[in-house]
T-cell receptor, first 113, second 115 residues
Framework: EAGVVQSPRYKIIEKKQPVAFWCNPI?????LYWYRQNLGQGPELLIR????????DSQLPKDRFSAERLKGVDSTLKIQPAELGDSAVYLC???????????FGQGTRLTVV | DQQVKQNSPSLSVQEGRISILNCDYT??????FLWYKKYPAEGPTFLIS?????DKNEDGRFTVFLNKSAKHLSLHIVPSQPGDSAVYFC??????????????FGQGTTLQVKP
């Protein structure tokens, strides 16, 4: 069974440029999460989807970040414009439902210069 | 405010010995706890979990202990193997509330198992 797939693996952009990350969750998983992990820290939740509905986006900086999960499967996370402080690893995870363990993708390492 | 804390940034043990990783939490509403393992350039991998109705859960070489009164949990790895060298994250969630599914992670502990 394929795991959570994320792309790209690495991205280097100049500040003020836009960037997008893509996530394909494990088939059949209804819950999808986007986390951000800063260097030396644990992952922090940005947004959680139940199917196509965002049920927890309280930590998402809505002035520059947006996310969507069309048809309740794949998801994209966008930053526009990017700032130097956005440099981090962005992790996507999925779970069968909100009560079960989340499985993580390999992450996208974003560097803003 | 860090709700989940792993106060030891790193731990080094000899192969074959026991590794004990510790985690403290402050939110008494947390009722489900997990440990994830992370290798470099990979995403975290689920290792083991425990519900607050239990005080111990075992899976092969891995055992998690929960002390609710102390708001403390620990992961024991016996015997430790070089392949266990990784960053270990403790995570907690409130399964009995609307925040179900939101994991709060600790900062991680880097375990090195020496051959």
């Amino acid at each position: 069974e394929a795991g959570v797939v994320q792309s790209p693996r690495y991205k280097i952009i100049e500040k003020k440029q836009p960037v997008a990350f893509w996530c394909n969750p494990i088939s059949g998983h209804n819950t999808l999460y986007w986390y951000r992990q800063n260097l030396g820290q644990g992952p922090e939740l940005l947004i959680r989807y139940e199917n196509e509905e965002a049920v927890d986006d309280s930590q998402l900086p809505k002035d520059r970040f947006s996310a969507e999960r069309l048809k309740g499967v794949d998801s994209t996370l966008k930053i526009q414009p990017a700032e130097l402080g956005d440099s981090a690893v962005y992790l996507c995870a999925s779970s069968f439902d909100r009560f079960t363990e989340a499985f993580f993708g390999q992450g996208t390492r974003l560097t803003v210069v | 405010d860090q709700q989940v804390k792993q106060n030891s940034p790193s731990l080094s043990v000899q192969e074959g010995r026991i590794s004990i990783l510790n985690c403290d939490y402050t939110n008494s509403m947390f009722d489900y706890f997990l440990w994830y393992k992370k290798y470099p350039a990979e995403g975290p991998t689920f290792l083991i979990s425990i519900s607050s109705i239990k005080d111990k859960n075992e899976d092969g070489r891995f055992t998690v202990f929960l002390n609710k009164s102390a708001k403390h949990l620990s992961l024991h790895i016996v015997p430790s193997q070089p392949g266990d060298s990784a960053v270990y994250f403790c995570a907690a969630s409130e399964r009995g509330s609307g925040n179900t599914g939101k994991l709060i992670f600790g900062q991680g502990t880097t375990l090195q198992v020496k051959p």
